[in-house]
């Protein structure tokens, strides 16, 4: 399996934190696990592009909410006491797959690591499903700290 790494930041206020936080695994700096809960995972209409989110309030659930279409519909979220992390890739094909592989942090970042599995060489797939594209999105802990998310991107069969 050929694995690529994708490491992309979460454009926010706090990009220069984001891009260069000093905080990774070569410079000694630790990154512990932080507990998360996936609330949804699998296929969501209306988002068609590659979006990542990191909802800290109510106002900002209900425009994420008001854009993309969940099947079945979010459960209720405490948003005073977490934050919800939700990653949107564009339409693929019946056999791109999303998951959470892990959230950690350091001193100064929050990482969300990511695998998407797309189709292996030799793996019969549907061409696309119209409006369907891989999402998940899980609740962690409130935090003030930049956000980035790294894809693992692997082939599968």
């Known amino acids: 399996m050929r694995i690529h790494h994708l490491v992309l930041c979460l454009v926010s206020p706090l990009l220069s934190s984001c891009t260069y936080s000093g905080a990774n695994q070569t410079t000694g700096t630790p990154f512990v696990n932080v507990p998360y809960v996936v609330v949804s995972q699998g296929v969501q ?3 068609k592009n590659q979006e990542l989110h990191v909802v800290k309030d109510a106002t900002q659930l209900a425009a994420l909410a008001a854009a993309a279409t969940f099947s ?3 459960p209720a979220l405490d948003l005073a006491a977490n934050d919800l992390i939700a990653i949107f890739l564009p339409i693929g094909t019946a056999c791109d797959g999303l998951s959470l592989v892990n959230v ?3 001193a100064d970042v929050v990482l969300v ?3 998407k ?3 292996g ?15 998940v999105l899980a609740t962690m802990h409130k935090s003030v700290k930049p956000v980035s998310f790294a ?5 599968a069969g």
């Open 45 to 47: 209409q209306s988002i």
């Open 72 to 74: 079945p519909a979010l």
């Open 104 to 106: 950690s942090e350091s």
């Open 113 to 115: 690591e990511l695998e």
């Open 117 to 119: 599995t797309v189709p």
């Open 121 to 135: 060489d030799n793996m019969p797939c549907v061409a696309s499903v119209p409006n369907h594209g891989p999402s």
């Open 151 to 155: 894809f693992k991107i692997g082939k």
